[in-house]
């Protein structure tokens, strides 16, 4: 953005001329400016000169006019400019004035004055500047009497050059429509230059620029547009700011961008655009070249009655939103195309937006962040992003989104976090990726969401449902996982899946290429089923931390491929599972450990090929236990010692053991510890099979068996 200082230097000297003259005539000629007056209508029209080609003054005009708090102009010459537009001043009862200057580069400046028609600046090819100027005389040229300036409306027509519109130096007013048209060249147009000015447009504002660097900006105390802003900049890049200190768009705006680097800024202290009552939009569409393209939303409150679409192509684009509040009471719709950006929601204390945030790039390294708010309020969110890296990020105060969170990406990286110290979602999250190194982390202190649908492709893949304090989840859990290694882990001190009326599944597919689930939150409920399906290579599947409960006829399933597994529950105080437990492995070496389980349901056991391993201690099994083994050195221990507190593994219903080929070990208490041992209270089947099979039964005495077990093909042991 341009400062004050910066733009006041931006008023050009007069060219000097570099003509050899002869000596017998050295002068310079001014240029000539003549008036017609009718009906209240001034024409100022300035004589070309063709043949002088800018050589001299003659084709560059520099006039001042006053109207001394009213209707009533004086022209006053600033560089001897001659013609009866000096001589025939002043001219009373003025209503509306028309500028016609012609070529060279021509500088008018109109003070102190109020007409109720239209002030029309033809300015032609060359630098022109149009100044409506007051006290604050950012002209240079505003006369011994500057005072502040309404006109009905304001219609600029500019040729090729660098053109300048500034309306500053005091209180301004148009009471009609401005309508700015500028060549190829490069523009400035304000409305507001220094720090005291208050500009008032009643009307429409349009400004077309061709190409070069054009910026168009409010500034000063305050600058109010009641009715629509139409921007449309050519080749070139530009800046669109408004940086007063109160900016009002009660129109709403557009702006339409050619290819360069073209910015849009707000600042200050208030930035509204529309009314509560009457919805009006920002609107940006930049072009298709390479540049850069960023949108800042810096105003200590920017409220935004209304929808926001930004668009863009090729080139480094972001949309940053900083001061202290941020409100949208619409959607916001953001597309950067290839080339990166980042898309940052920041603002200090409060972040609103009632409609849908919808973030489009393509290729390249794309971010989108809700951070920094205390508080955050959304309908709903969705990020897409092509190949490359691609991050959603979640990190502000207290966040509540009504709806959905989306994130789709191509081929890449790709980041979903969720580590804002509360967190409430009550539609679903659906995160799905191509290939790559793929992450979603639900973090913070609190998390509640509804379904979460997780869709990754070949990779690296990490879901960590982690919150430090309270997980809970209201709908299913879908993981979909391509080959890698893949990653789901829980924490906090309780994690909560559906509730005891609405009933919701963890279901997790895993590629091939290993996979690690790690249960460790303190409290686990699980409303529902948990299944796990896994290709090959090995897998694990632990659950840790204090309370593990799968409520009501709730199943846990795991099915293994090739590669071995390792599956616990192992909970530091109790576990239950109310309906059925089904592990399943192929050929690999497979465990299976369960400690303090509570069974209600049956438990099926076939881990293949491989040498498997069974562990159980201090465990209660309601239902029917089978374990299928097959080719491999298996082990089945029931009550190994491991926890040694006096309780025992209690099977209330038919126990059946295949241990299959190998060299097998079916182990039945600790032989002399009377405080780990099995106590059976249906009938137990312990078959083995070729090779050398030894059983620890009936030679423990500790054990207890309601009916004599039945066991075959065991070489050794009783």
Known sequence: MVSTA????????????????????????????????????????????????????TNHQNITL??????????????????TAITGSPFTGVTSIKFVLGLGDDRVIITDAVLTGAV???????????????????????????????????????????????????THQINGNVTITNGIGGSDVAFGVGGADVTAVVGSVKVTNLAGLDTIEASGTTATF?????????????????????????????????????????????????????????????????????QTFNATTNTINGNISVSGSVGDDDFIVDGNTFTVLGSVKVS???????????????????????????????????????????????????????????????????????????SGTSNTNFTAATITINGAINSTHGEGNDTLDLGGANFTSGAITIRNGNGISTTRIDASNSNTILGNIGITNGDGSDVFTTGGTTFTLGTLTARRNLTIKNGNGGSNAQLNATTHTIHGNITETNGTAFDTFNVNGSVFNVTGAGNVTIANGIGGSDFSIDATSSS???????????????????????????????????????VTNNSIFNGLFTFTGGAGADTVEIENGDINDGASTVFNAAVNINIGNGDDEVLIGVLGDANDFGDFN??????????????????????????????????QGT
């Open 6 to 57: 910066a733009r006041l230097s931006r008023i050009r000297p007069r060219r000097a001329s570099l003509r050899l003259e002869p000596l017998e005539d050295r002068s310079v000629p001014a240029g000539v400016v003549n008036a017609t007056f009718a009906a209240g209508v001034l024409t100022i029209t300035a004589v070309d000169d063709p043949a002088d080609v800018n050589i001299t003054n």
């Open 66 to 83: 006053d109207g001394a708090g009213t209707n009533n102009l004086t022209v006053t010459a600033n560089n001897l400019e001659t013609g």
């Open 120 to 170: 029309t600046y033809l300015g032609g090819s060359g630098d022109n500047d149009l100044f409506i100027d007051g006290a604050g005389n950012i002209s240079g040229f505003a006369g011994a009497s500057p005072g502040n300036v309404t006109i009905g409306s304001l219609s600029v027509t500019n040729g090729d050059g660098f053109d300048a519109t500034n309306i500053g130096g005091g």
């Open 226 to 294: 009641t009715g629509a802003i139409t921007i449309s900049n050519g080749n070139g890049g530009s800046d669109v700011g408004f940086l007063a200190t109160t900016n009002t768009l009660t129109g709403g705006i557009t702006v339409t961008n050619g290819d360069g680097n073209d910015d849009f800024d707000t600042s200050g202290t208030n930035f509204t655009v529309g009314t509560p009552t009457v919805r009006k939009n920002i609107t940006i569409s930049n072009g298709t070249g390479s540049g850069s393209n960023d």
């Open 336 to 410: 950067t195309g290839n080339g990166g950006g980042t898309t940052s929601f920041s603002p200090a204390q409060v972040l609103d937006i009632d409609g849908a945030v919808t973030v489009t790039a393509g290729e390249g390294s794309d971010n989108l962040d809700f951070s920094g708010a205390t508080s955050v309020d959304l309908a709903s969110v969705s990020f897409t992003s092509g190949n490359g890296t691609s991050t959603l990020d979640f990190n502000g105060g207290i966040t509540t989104i009504v709806g959905n969170v989306g994130h789709t990406h191509f």
């Open 576 to 614: 239950s599972i109310g309906g059925k437990l089904t592990i399943t492995g192929t050929d690999g070496n497979d465990a299976a450990l369960l400690n303090r389980l509570i069974m209600t349901g049956p438990v099926s056991i076939n881990t293949g090929n491989g040498n498997d391993s069974v």
């Open 682 to 715: 249906a009938a137990i089947t312990i078959t083995g099979g070729l090779d050398l099979d030894i059983i620890q039964a009936l030679s423990n005495v500790a054990n207890t068996f309601a009916v004599a077990p039945v066991k075959t093909g065991f070489e």
